[in-house]
């Protein structure tokens, strides 16, 4: 038995009240609906995840009805560009009998690095006698913070921590 693993390749959630007027009724709707996009086996997928419901496709190019609930409609469009990249579109739409108001929730073009550049840029990295992990780099770009308990006086730990205090026993 093979164990499937899937990669979350890019994310976006959105939690909106939506709200229409419905023969005179101010009707309201609360959505949460997270769109992903996905890698596993080899093969790209886009998956949403709304109303209680999981839905997952090929990532291709099609509109696909998510879910449709009383007053309710989510579509999601996608349209991949290139072997990296996709547009995404999901729209909520409230109302009944031809009558709905529609408004896009989410409209993104994702781009993703293929595994197959990151392996040749970090084979590059190697090659010039530069090895710099993502993670290392991503550790310089960041602030960090550091909290210290110490029974030392604040001075006293600054002279420990600091670099210029540091001397090799």
């Known amino acids: 038995m093979s164990v499937l693993r899937s990669q ?43 109303f209680g419901e999981r839905l997952k496709w090929n990532l291709t190019s099609a509109c696909y009805d998510v879910v449709e609930y009383g007053i ?25 009998s031809g009558l709905s108001k529609c408004w896009t929730l989410i409209s993104e073009h994702v781009e993703w690095s293929d595994l197959r550049n990151v392996q040749s840029d970090l084979i590059g990295e190697i090659s ?28 006293e730990t600054e002279q420990v921590l600091s670099t210029e205090g540091a001397k090799p026993k």
Not at 22 to 49: D, H, M, P, Q, W
Not at 73 to 91: F, H, Q, Y
Not at 129 to 149: I, K
């Open 8 to 50: 979350i390749i890019w994310e976006e959630c959105v939690s909106e009240e939506l709200c229409v007027k419905i023969l005179g009724k101010n009707e309201c709707v609360e959505v949460n609906a997270c769109v992903r996009i996905t890698y596993e086996e080899s093969n790209y997928f886009v998956e949403v995840e709304a």
């Open 72 to 96: 309710v409609r989510l579509r999601m469009c996608v349209n991949p560009s290139g072997d990296n990249g996709a547009k995404i579109v999901l729209e909520a739409c409230l109302g009944v």
């Open 128 to 155: 010039n006698g530069t090895v710099r992990s993502y993670l290392d780099q991503r550790a310089s770009d960041t602030p960090s913070m550091l909290s210290v308990s110490s029974p030392l006086s604040p001075h």
